[in-house]
């Protein structure tokens, strides 16, 4: 017998769920032939599940109202951050060790090979992901922290940008070669998802992963 009657999104599956289980012992009882037991089974488990997706609502929301919280904090401490960072790297005594020790981009001194295994050696590049409705800001580069002094190593193309659904198959999103890429999601629930990505060079090659960035997206 098909299925695709039952609604498969939680909320509207609910609805669904509440009106079965709230007319069907009537009808059930008028029509005959129907077990009781079986009749037991859905009007119980509606009562779970009400007093399950319940919990779940409330958790969900509370996790909404705490990333708000904590995106905000974020705006203002980044604020602050970069102002630090643009006066670091005017300042005339910082060494490009104290940079590396501090994070920041540590300009280039000299021309960059062009080598065929070139882009195999380098260090992947450093992801920072943002979870929006439906869509993931993917930050990439050598200083994803800060667009304004973030880039690329010279030779590259851009960046390889791959994504999966929890532990689901990886998929070849986009070569991007600015950061950020706006990755929008066809999503009806919440995901968790993981990103990667690797250096493209201008003909193609690309290099090693980056380690792998984690977020949690909702509709």
């Not at 012992?25 to 119980?44: C, E, F, S, W």
């Not at 609502?57 to 705006?75: F, I, L, M, P, Y």
């Not at 800001?137 to 800060?146: E, I, K, S």
Request: proline share 9%; with cysteine; charged share 20%.
């Amino acid at each position: 017998m098909p299925r695709y009657y039952i609604p498969n999104p939680d909320a509207l599956f609910d609805e669904w769920l509440e009106n079965l289980a709230n007319q069907l012992p009537a009808i059930a009882t008028a029509i005959g032939g129907i077990p009781p037991a079986l009749v037991t089974d859905v009007t119980t488990g509606y009562a779970d599940w009400d007093l399950a997706y319940d919990a779940h609502t409330v958790a969900h929301n509370a996790s909404q109202a705490a990333t708000e919280v904590k995106d905000g904090v974020r705006v203002t401490v980044q604020t602050a951050a970069q102002a630090i960072a643009q006066l670091l790297q005017k300042h005339p005594n910082l060494t490009d060790a104290q940079r590396e020790t501090l994070g920041l981009t540590v300009p280039k001194r000299a021309r960059t090979p062009s080598s065929p295994d070139y882009v195999v050696n380098l260090p992947p590049p450093l992801l920072l992901l943002e979870a929006r409705r439906a869509m993931v800001v993917v930050h990439f580069g050598l200083n994803p922290q800060n667009e304004k002094l973030n880039g690329k190593p010279d030779g590259i193309h851009g960046a390889k940008i791959w994504y999966r659904i929890e532990t689901g198959p990886w998929q070849d999103v986009a070569l991007d070669t600015n950061s950020p890429y706006n990755h929008n999601l066809n999503i009806t629930e919440p995901q968790n998802l993981e990103y990667r990505a690797q250096w493209s060079d201008n003909k193609g090659r690309t290099g090693i992963f980056s380690e792998t960035a984690k977020c949690a997206v909702t509709p």
